[in-house]
């Protein structure tokens, strides 16, 4: 089955402590993203990735860190997490820009 | 400067239509996407318009007009399924091509 997988799908943490969000896709597609969604604002771009090797800041970066290693996989990097960072984030993937893009289930962070 | 307008929330009862609208003011406009998102799940993609006119796919139709800055969703026959939000998204050149979302309609459907 076609599908984006994220893990973990819940957290709660505590500020500072280093944590790692995965991102896997079992589509070949080249394009992948990272979103965080809060209430009464749009999904908000994070960093995203054309390719292995290659990625680039979003609207959002800040805190985050993120690398691009093998095709399938993105993962999200909080170095030191602070409560601001408390979200659902979500990873996307897709053949190409102008193609739809696949949503992974979403990760609920909590930062306290 | 980038800014996409969908109404807030919306109502509507089963077996009618409605018709959600997103406007929007960008850089470089390359195209339009909606995606369907019910409550506590993944955006899942409904239509992509890069051209003016509509795009009707079921019950689901998006139409587009560039050079008004205006795109809407149309629902028919709608069901108690289709309460969702309903995300807007635009595609520009001057964002690296990267999409840029409106906060969604949360629309409701009532029997």
């Known amino acids: 089955e076609a599908q984006v997988t994220q893990n973990p799908r819940y957290l709660i943490t505590v500020t500072g402590k280093k944590l790692t969000v995965t991102c896997s896709q079992n589509m070949n597609h080249e394009y992948m993203s990272w979103y965080r969604q809060d209430p009464g604002l749009g999904l908000r771009q994070i960093y995203y990735s054309m390719n292995v090797e290659v990625t680039d800041k979003g609207d959002v970066p800040e805190g985050y860190k993120v690398s691009r290693k093998e095709k399938r996989n993105f993962p999200l990097i909080l170095e030191s997490p602070s409560p601001n960072q408390t979200s659902l984030y979500f990873c996307a993937s897709s053949r190409g820009l102008a193609n739809e893009q696949y949503f992974g289930p979403g990760t609920r962070l909590t930062v306290t | 400067g980038q800014n996409i307008d969908q109404p807030t929330e919306m109502t509507a009862t089963e077996g009618a239509i409605v018709q959600i609208n997103c406007t929007y003011q960008t850089s470089g406009f390359n195209g339009l996407f909606w995606y369907q998102q019910h409550a506590g799940e993944a955006p899942t993609f409904l239509s992509y318009?890069?051209l003016d006119g509509l795009e009707e796919k079921g019950r689901f139709s998006s139409f587009l007009s560039r050079s008004k800055g205006y795109s809407y969703l149309l629902l028919k026959e709608l069901q108690m399924k289709d309460s969702a939000s309903y995300l807007c998204a635009v595609r520009e050149r001057s964002s690296n091509y990267q999409l840029i979302w409106g906060a969604g309609t949360k629309l409701i459907i009532k029997p």
């Open positions: 318009n890069v």
